[in-house]
């Protein structure tokens, strides 16, 4: 299983432009979180899907941020417009039981400038 | 109050030392338990699932104490390789619920 795919790895962008962060679960996980990694806040969840449905974006700080999920293999994250305070590592993660936990993908690190 | 806390660290340890630290939670209707351990810029990765009778693997003990809401990892025979953060995670919803809060991590570095 080739695990669970974020691209980019890396993203340098201006202040004021448009971010989206990609991610494909792993084959036959029906849940995917979108998670945020900084040293301050440390890993804070920002939404998850259930099945293709958001189920929970409390996390989501602000109408800047938005995430969607088309169909079982497919998930964005976008930040419109992108702030310096948005630097961060976002990982995407997957699984088929909560309760066992999750696989992350390798994370896409957002600097903003 | 933070849902998961932990001592962020660093544990200095010895090579072939054994080093234990604990993560406290403040929901007691949490019922799943993990430690998971990332590496210096890469994900967090799976370590093990904390039962309520305590596991091993390896080099690794896990307990949980849910009277105190406290759960705790213990490494053995402390390796260069094991070098890294260890996040302390919970499902705080119990049964019912499907998201994982983490902890802010604790800093452990394996020295010759």
């Known amino acids: 299983d080739a695990g669970v795919i974020q691209s980019p790895r890396h993203e340098v962008t201006e202040m004021g432009q448009e971010v989206t962060l990609r991610c494909k679960p792993i084959?036959?996980?029906?849940?995917l979180f979108w998670y945020r990694q900084t040293m301050m806040r440390g890993l804070e969840l920002l939404i998850y899907?259930?099945?293709?449905?958001?189920?929970?974006d409390s996390g989501m700080p602000e109408d800047r941020f938005s995430a969607k999920m088309p169909n079982a293999s497919f998930s964005t994250l976008k930040i419109q417009p992108s702030e310096p305070r948005d630097s961060a590592v976002y990982f995407c993660?997957?699984?088929?039981?909560?309760?066992?936990?999750?696989?992350f993908g390798s994370g896409t690190r957002l600097t903003v400038v | 109050r933070k849902e998961v806390e932990q001592d962020p660290g660093p544990f200095n340890v010895p090579e072939g030392a054994t080093v234990a630290f604990n993560c406290t939670y403040s929901?007691?209707?949490?019922?799943?338990f993990f430690w998971y351990r990332q590496d210096c810029r890469k994900e967090p990765k799976l370590l093990m699932s904390?039962?309520?009778s305590g596991n091993e693997d390896g080099r690794f003990t896990a307990q949980l104490n849910r009277a105190s809401q406290y759960i705790s990892l213990l490494i053995r025979d402390s390796k260069l390789s094991d070098s890294a953060t260890y996040l302390c995670?919970?499902?705080?919803?119990?049964?019912?619920?499907?998201?994982?809060?983490f902890g802010g991590g604790t800093r452990v570095l394996v020295k010759p």
């Open positions: 993660a997957s699984t088929d039981q909560p309760n066992y936990g999750y696989t």
């Open positions: 084959s036959g996980h029906d849940y």
């Open positions: 899907f259930n099945n293709n449905v958001p189920i929970d």
């Open positions: 929901n007691s209707a949490s019922q799943s």
């Open positions: 904390v039962y309520s």
């Open positions: 995670v919970v499902n705080p919803e119990g049964a019912a619920g499907n998201k994982l809060t």
